[in-house]
């Protein structure tokens, strides 16, 4: 263990934070912003970080930070489509138990419009916002994930 007065208030990278940025490498590598050369080389920077400020430079010239690359992969898909899938089955089940009390308590529909209304149009205003700059701020730093894309 090291006791010089650097390694302080450092924290150690991951297995799994060298993983995504060496993910968000080769996607720049694939769509052709790093050569192979260059790629090779923040790779190998990569693997061999031991603190997270350490592999922030390696994708600070990339778009976005190269981030957008690991919401691009197979497996971030099928996650936002199962997230959506449980979103959808919750607004669907919400909305027939209101339904089905405004039924046995003889009311009107009319009050079922306000919390329907939440429920319906709740998700578009996420999906709006994370469209129109909604994402660029806020959240954690240290990794690609911490910026808050799941707001």
Request: with cysteine; aromatic share 10%; proline share 4%.
């Amino acid at each position: 263990m090291s006791t010089d007065a650097s390694g302080r208030g450092r924290v150690r990278a991951s297995d799994a934070e060298r993983e995504q940025y060496a993910t968000i490498l080769r996607a720049a590598m694939t769509e052709g912003r790093l050569n192979l050369e260059e790629g090779e080389e923040r790779l190998a920077k990569a693997y061999a970080a031991t603190y997270r400020d350490e592999l922030d430079p390696l994708t600070a010239d990339l778009p976005d930070g190269g981030r957008r690359a690991l919401f691009d992969t197979p497996e971030m898909r099928a996650a936002f489509r199962r997230g959506a899938r449980n979103r959808a089955l919750l607004i669907a089940s919400v909305a027939a138990l209101l339904i089905g009390l405004s039924i046995l308590t003889g009311g009107h529909f009319v009050w079922l419009l306000i919390p329907l209304a939440f429920l319906v149009f709740g998700p578009w205003r996420r999906r709006w916002y994370g469209w129109h700059g909604g994402w660029q701020g806020g959240g954690q730093r240290g990794g690609p994930c911490g910026r808050g894309y799941w707001r």
